[in-house]
Nanobody, 120 residues
Framework: QVQLVESGGGLAQAGGSLRLSCAASGSISSMAAVMGWYRQAPGKQRELVANIISGGSTNYAESVKGRFAISRDNAKNTVYLQMNSLESEDTAEYYC?????????????WGQGTQVTVSS
């Protein structure tokens, strides 16, 4: 079993910055194929914010391009999300996601979520 533990959420003012971290631990024998961040605001569906594959290619939601940056440390099985120029619309619960591809198939794990609140 794999556990994803997030940290770094909290309260920020509009225009400010926050950095989220997510560390994977447990039964890990290889790098995650994909690590990423999703978010869910009250009354809305969970949406992809950004993800990064093991080779380093990244993918961002249009709403965060140019403001957020995702990175990962494969040696530490950790993914980061640097959030700059925060807007009130970024307020949501942020969830870490990681996908491993093994001989048993695709295995997807989620963190417990960390709240990000941006005040205007």
């Amino acid at each position: 079993q794999v556990q994803l533990v997030e940290s770094g959420g909290g309260l920020a003012q509009a225009g400010g910055s926050l950095r989220l971290s997510c560390a994977a631990s447990g039964s890990i024998s290889s790098m995650a194929a994909v690590m990423g961040w999703y978010r869910q605001a009250p009354g809305k569906q969970r949406e992809l914010v950004a993800n990064i594959i093991s080779g380093g290619s990244t993918n961002y939601a249009e709403s965060v391009k140019g403001r957020f940056a995702i990175s990962r440390d494969n040696a530490k099985n950790t993914v980061y999300l640097q959030m700059n120029s925060l807007e009130s619309e970024d307020t949501a619960e942020y969830y870490c996601n990681a996908v491993w591809i093994t001989y048993r198939g695709t295995q997807t794990y989620w963190g417990q979520g960390t709240q990000v609140t941006v005040s205007s």
